[in-house]
């Protein structure tokens, strides 16, 4: 059957969707993370590594329900992706080689994702990041992830909250997709993620870590950097300049929960006291306007989960249930 945008491409074999994957199009500037996440699902790296060919991206384009007029391949960026015209039809783009789920977008590209369920994409050596060799995992799952204050050391950031911090439990994030995950949990969910190429000094030993500086250096707020190949991150090195450490902090009560600390002030909460008083103005008082403006249907990812913000007459909003909370803002479950 044909359109005014050329012939259709005749339903084919879908393996992806045999093997557990939902391919989908992501948003413009939206990464395979962010567009999974959306979905309640986990991008697969190792499918997304599995577009190498022209054949592949078509069979990936037509499980999206879209198609492709033309194909190309490219040696860097952000492939599988597309460009997309209602004129000359969608310009699909296959990449040789390892890609991620965190890469950004090409401009002017939408990203071609591959979904799947968390189980499904995390059963696989190649769901892991290029080359990371991650230490030895944990035995105890007895320490929760905090999101240091920017600049600080993990070391410093666990006892400000009373805690002791784990440097075994940095080999619970074996892939970018976990550190994701995590991030979403703590209410500060990665606009991206890129892994260390060991080239940009040895303040990116300390992390992972997230850009939260409205700009660090070239990186952009929200973006999440991941340890480079060999490198076991240590408890007491500080981030780079404008990143914030996650740290897995141990000991104290349950009731120490995986969270952002002191809203990623220059100063820790270092008495009960305050953190008492924090938490119950927490529980009584419910921002939901963040501040910043949206003209189209959705917000920056760095404001929260699309369960968690929306965009409502031009300004983002925290939905039910959810508070603005920090000095960006971002949208986290209410505390009750």
Same mark, same amino acid.
């Not at 879908?14 to 996440?37: D, F, Y």
């Not at 997304?48 to 060919?53: K, P, R």
């Not at 410093?156 to 009373?162: G, V």
């Given at each position: 059957?044909s359109?005014? =945008? ?5 339903p084919?074999a %879908?393996? !992806? ?5 939902k391919?989908s ?6 990464t ?14 190792k499918a997304?590594s ?6 592949? @991206? %078509? +069979?990936a384009?037509?499980s999206a329900?879209?198609s492709? %007029?033309?194909? !190309?391949?490219k ?9 997309q ?5 969608n310009?699909?783009?296959y990449k040789?080689?390892?890609? $991620? ?9 939408v990203?071609?994702?591959p979904?799947?369920s /968390?189980? /499904?994409?995390s ?7 290029p080359?990371?060799?991650p230490?030895p995992p944990?035995t !105890?799952?007895a =320490?929760?992830?905090?999101l ?12 400000a909250?009373r805690l002791?911090?784990s440097?075994?439990?940095?080999? +619970?994030?074996r892939?970018?997709?976990e ?6 949990? @703590? ?10 190429d ?8 300390n @992390?992972?870590? +997230?850009?939260?500086a ?5 990186d952009p707020?929200?973006l999440?950097?991941?340890p480079?190949?060999g490198?076991?991150? $240590? ?10 450490? =996650? ?6 009560? !349950?009731?120490?929960? &995986? ?11 270092s008495s ?10 927490? &529980?009584?008082?419910c921002k939901?306007?963040?501040g910043v403006?949206c003209?189209?249907t959705n917000?920056?990812p ?6 968690a913000? +929306?965009?409502k007459?031009? *300004?983002c909003?925290?939905? *039910?249930?959810?508070?603005?909370t920090?000095?960006?803002n971002?949208?986290t %479950?209410?505390?009750y």
């Amino acid at each position: 059957m044909s359109s005014m =945008f050329g012939s259709s491409t005749k339903p084919a074999a %879908k393996p !992806s969707t045999a093997s557990g994957v939902k391919w989908s199009v992501g948003k413009t500037g939206e990464t395979c993370l962010v567009t999974c996440n959306k979905l309640k699902l986990t991008c697969n790296e190792k499918a997304l590594s599995g577009v190498s060919s022209s054949t592949a @991206i %078509k +069979q990936a384009a037509t499980s999206a329900r879209t198609s492709c %007029k033309t194909t !190309s391949s490219k040696s860097s960026g952000s492939a599988p992706d597309m460009t997309q015209s209602m004129w000359s039809g969608n310009t699909c783009y296959y990449k040789h080689g390892t890609t $991620t789920c965190g890469a950004v977008p090409t401009k002017g590209h939408v990203r071609m994702c591959p979904c799947s369920s /968390a189980s /499904a994409s995390s059963n696989s050596p190649s769901g892991s990041p290029p080359g990371y060799v991650p230490p030895p995992p944990t035995t !105890s799952s007895a =320490f929760t992830w905090q999101l240091a204050p920017t600049g600080r050391s993990c070391t410093d950031a666990c006892k400000a909250k009373r805690l002791t911090c784990s440097e075994r439990g940095f080999g +619970q994030l074996r892939t970018t997709m976990e550190l994701y995950s995590e991030s979403v949990k @703590i209410g500060t969910p990665c606009a991206g993620t890129w892994v260390n190429d060991g080239v940009h000094g040895s303040a990116f030993d300390n @992390i992972p870590a +997230q850009c939260t500086a409205s700009k660090c250096g070239v990186d952009p707020h929200g973006l999440c950097a991941f340890p480079k190949k060999g490198v076991s991150p $240590t408890c007491s090195g500080a981030p780079p300049a404008g990143y914030s450490r =996650f740290c897995p902090c141990s000991g104290g009560s !349950s009731s120490h929960s &995986s969270s952002s600390v002191s809203s990623h002030s220059s100063h820790a909460v270092s008495s009960s006291s305050a953190s008492t008083s924090a938490s119950t103005t927490a &529980s009584t008082t419910c921002k939901v306007k963040t501040g910043v403006s949206c003209y189209f249907t959705n917000c920056y990812p760095s404001l929260g989960t699309a369960d968690a913000v +929306q965009c409502k007459s031009r *300004t983002c909003e925290c939905k *039910t249930g959810y508070c603005a909370t920090g000095k960006k803002n971002v949208c986290t %479950k209410k505390v009750y």
